[in-house]
């Protein structure tokens, strides 16, 4: 009985592990203005994720790392606000794998 309870522990251990995969990556603030919020969302919903940042704030040139739910696929968008809650956006940007984003005021966006 208690092999047969260890095995179905380990099987939802692994569901679970499939269900919510955990993504981070190191983002740069080259957008020129301090980043109050930070939201990733996939590209095709109409709302934002929660806000990333949870009060933090970044600073122009500063980097950091974010830890978010990347379960919904590898294609995703991303928006930030400014201390005025204006929005910079970029679209379609291919996560999956990658460790570094620079987020440049123009839209563009430099992932490696």
Known sequence: ???ITLLFTIMFVMALTGI???GSFTITNNTGSDIHELHV???HT????SD????HVFK???SGTINWDSEGGSIWDI???DSQENPLSWSELNLSGIKT???NSDHRAILN
């Open 79 to 81: 928006q930030v606000k």
């Open 101 to 103: 984003i620079t987020l």
């Open 52 to 55: 990333l940042l949870d009060g």
């Open 46 to 49: 109409d709302h934002w994720g």
């Open 60 to 62: 122009t040139g500063e």
């Open 20 to 22: 919510a995969y955990a």
């Open 1 to 3: 009985m208690k092999k």
């Open 41 to 43: 969302s996939p590209t």
